[in-house]
């Protein structure tokens, strides 16, 4: 019999959970929004970043979180050089499935990079207040959890307010919504991809940040993220930033739910689960999908 207080713990968990999903979901968001590009790499991106701010914190004493002045604009700056030195590259009419095979290559690449200058050791980061937990109503929640939730939350924000009220948000969901119309009316939309793509690694800086906080990291962990991550923008619908936002919440909820009567292992079968509900009754997902009705 599970207890109100356990139970009420892992609501919590979940919803903290479930917000660093949205922003891990919503840079992926993005590429399919913006150029229909399947990123793969997305999640090795996430986890190179997490190494960046273990690297940092390991030869400066400083909190991780300040990494972030460095890799946000790295991170931006590269997606922006991927997207016209590679991903623009490729043929239109194949360009989502050749994308796919192209960030797979990326992200072997960037996990064997790992493995060779950090070695396949595991690494965690040790912080002062890595242990430290709050008391709420009964459940005890992690300190390093909270703070990851906060960045999430806003990063969301931020993405939030910059795609609907600055001019380049309004280009970039213009260039998402109908590319050709965009062009129409004078928007650039080779260059508004470009700084798109470059926003998406952005959110993975950010995420693998926030990942470092509370995870032990290791070359290869990007492979246990990339399902997950993929689930949730089919549930939410391919294209739709606050359906997949919403995709996240509920799927993180369901997990550490699921967690309390079959284990942190079967417990993650929520994401594959709602992925074939979804693909079997619903192809354009539950929360949105506006852009995956016209494909």
Known sequence: MVSGSLLFQSIILGVLLGGLYALLAAGLTLYFGIMRVVMIAHSAFLILAAYLAWYFHRETGLDPLLSLVITVPLFFVMGVAMQRMLIARLRPLTLTMMSVLLTFAIALVIEGLLGYVFSGTQRRIQLGYSGTSIEFFGARVAVV??????????????????????????????????????????????????????????TAAIGGTALALDSTIYPSLHWHWIGPLMAIIVVGGLGSVPGAAIAAMVLGLGQSLLQLPLGTTWAQTVFYIALFGTLAFRPQGFFGGRLAQRF
Request: hydrophobic share 55%.
């Open 145 to 202: 959890k909270l703070i990851a939730f906060g960045l999430a939350a806003a990063a969301l924000l931020g993405l939030y307010l910059l795609l609907k009220k600055s001019r380049f948000g309004h280009a970039l969901r213009a260039t998402m919504q109908h590319k050709e119309a965009a062009q129409l009316v004078g928007i650039n939309t080779d260059r508004v991809a470009g700084y798109g793509f470059g926003l998406g690694l952005a």
